[in-house]
């Protein structure tokens, strides 16, 4: 089983990213995909949801109308679309595939907005 995530890296403020999450020796369309992050001496909490078929798709407060999240269920990839980014927006960010029996998570990203 992996989740990898690309597309991090330094970005100005305002700017904008696009995370990707490769997933691979599992049934992808039948988990849910989910981005937290972990900033700096703080817990990691989530950002963004989407549900198996992609219907649903749920944000936290601090980053609605800025990020978006989606799925391919035939190449088995999620994305975060994250734009007008803010210095608070810098963090690892951590892709995780969730389903009733387990829980798996990428390695991390990290994401930087600074000028």
């Known amino acids: 089983v992996q989740l990898v995530e690309s597309g991090g890296g330094l970005v100005q403020p305002g700017g904008s990213l696009r995370l990707s999450c490769a997933a691979s020796?599992?049934?992808?369309?039948?988990?849910?995909i989910s981005w937290y992050r972990q900033s700096p001496g703080k817990e990691r909490v989530v950002v963004a949801g989407?549900?198996?078929?992609?219907?649903?798709?749920d944000y936290a407060d601090s980053v609605k109308g800025r990020f978006t999240i989606s799925r391919d269920n035939v190449n088995n990839m999620a994305y975060l679309q994250m734009n007008n980014l803010e210095p608070e927006d810098t963090a690892v960010y951590y892709c995780?595939?969730?389903?009733?029996?387990?829980?798996?998570w990428g390695q991390g990203i990290r994401v930087t907005v600074s000028s």
């Open positions: 995780n595939a969730w389903n009733s029996g387990d829980d798996y």
């Open positions: 020796g599992f049934t992808f369309s039948r988990y849910a």
């Open positions: 989407i549900t198996t078929t992609g219907g649903r798709t």
